[in-house]
Nanobody, 118 residues
Framework: QVQLVESGGGLVQAGDSLRLSCVVS????????MGWFRQAPGKESEFVAT????????IYADSVKGRFTISRDNAKNTVFLQMNSLKPEDTAVYYCAAQVVGKGYDYWGQGTQVTVSS
């Protein structure tokens, strides 16, 4: 069974930074591409960023490009989301997810709340 546990959320002011972490256990971490998604109250879930298994390639949503950085430490089974220059519209529950190559995101964490005040 694969488990994903996020941490690092909190309440910050606009312009501040946060770093989210997601630890994966249960299967070899390098089996998965990793992604971050978010869901704001009353809104659909939104893709934020993804990183390949090796960490060599990343993709970002336009709304976070230049402000957020996804990375992974394969030795620690952990994926990170560094969030800089946070805006109130970044307020959401953030989820990490694991994707087996050629399939969808089959495994999800429980989410961590990020709240950005203006």
């Amino acid at each position: 069974q694969v488990q994903l546990v996020e941490s690092g959320g909190g309440l910050v002011q606009a312009g501040d930074s946060l770093r989210l972490s997601c630890v994966v256990s249960g299967r070899p971490f390098t089996s998965y591409a990793m992604g971050w998604f978010r869901q704001a109250p009353g809104k659909e879930s939104e893709f934020v960023a993804t990183v390949t298994r090796s960490g060599g390639r990343t993709i970002y949503a336009d709304s976070v490009k230049g402000r957020f950085t996804i990375s992974r430490d394969n030795a620690k089974n952990t994926v990170f989301l560094q969030m800089n220059s946070l805006k109130p519209e970044d307020t959401a529950v953030y989820y990490c997810a694991a994707q087996v190559v050629g399939k969808g995101y089959d495994y999800w964490g429980q989410g961590t709340q990020v709240t950005v005040s203006s």
